[in-house]
């Protein structure tokens, strides 16, 4: 069965996405990076190579070193669908990652976006 198109997308195309529309909103780089540490596990290093590989979102989601278990802690309406009803797991990680950047544009909190204990 032939997967969705966003999952052929390189992260390298959509990293600097994220990162403007952070950037619109007095956010910042390292801001996203955080985000994206904190949901895959990739370091620094990690993130750099995903991004200088060209790999594409579902090698990027297959290859992350640790998924963070509070990632189902994510709810809200993202691209118009209920991140926490989507069925197929890779686009719900994507989306997961979509729905923090656009909590971070939106200017929340860092520790509420991480889902923090007590936030």
Request: proline content about 4%; charged content about 30%; hydrophobic content about 40%.
């Amino acid at each position: 069965m032939p997967g969705h198109r966003i999952f052929t997308l390189s992260f390298a195309s959509v990293y600097p996405l994220y990162v403007t529309k952070a950037e619109r909103k007095n956010r910042s780089r390292e801001e996203v990076d955080q985000v994206i540490t904190w949901l895959t596990g990739y370091d620094d290093t990690g993130l750099a190579k995903a991004i200088a590989d060209g790999v594409d979102l579902q090698t990027f989601f297959a290859d992350a070193p640790a998924m963070n278990p509070n990632a189902r802690l994510i709810k809200g309406v993202i691209c118009g669908y209920r991140v926490e009803e989507i069925e197929d797991p890779l686009m719900r990680q994507i989306r997961y990652l979509d729905k923090l950047v656009d909590e971070l544009a939106r200017g929340k909190k860092m520790s509420s976006i991480l889902r923090a204990e007590g936030s």
